[in-house]
Nanobody
Framework: QLVESGGGMVQAGGSLRLSCAGA????????MGWFRQAPEKEKVFVSG????????YYEDSVKGRFSISRDLAKDTLYLQMNNLKPDDTAVYYC?????????????????WGQGTQVTVSS
């Protein structure tokens, strides 16, 4: 019910923009989040946004480099990632929840995308 796109391979310092679109239902009233999971590590919170897009939240390591936004008309969530580092390499997932503000715990999200791979080379 959520479909991500935009992953790929970039060199350190490069940029990528991830997108996440609703499929089969709309998520305009939901809090949304981006999570990432590196190999052999747990899925962790990266960024979140409230239903209107006014309030945004970031994990410390991505503050100032990543920007989350949403287009309610298109029912699409975005994650602009700049100045990427090798440590950002992971599978990135978007997720939706009725909980507000968007929680950092993955267990509180009800809908998930399939994930998109981001690889940053040094």
């Amino acid at each position: 019910q959520l479909v991500e796109s935009g992953g790929g391979m970039v060199q350190a310092g490069g940029s990528l923009r991830l997108s996440c679109a609703g499929a089969g239902r709309t998520f305009g009233s939901y809090s949304m989040g981006w999570f990432r999971q590196a190999p052999e590590k747990e899925k962790v919170f990266v960024s979140g946004i409230n239903w209107s897009g006014v309030a945004t939240y970031y994990e410390d390591s991505v503050k100032g480099r990543f920007s989350i936004s949403r287009d309610l008309a298109k029912d699409t969530l975005y994650l602009q990632m700049n100045n990427l580092k090798p440590d950002d390499t992971a599978v990135y997932y978007c997720a939706a929840t009725e909980v507000a503000p968007p929680p950092k715990s993955a267990s509180q999200y009800d809908y998930w995308g399939q994930g998109t791979q981001v690889t940053v080379s040094s």
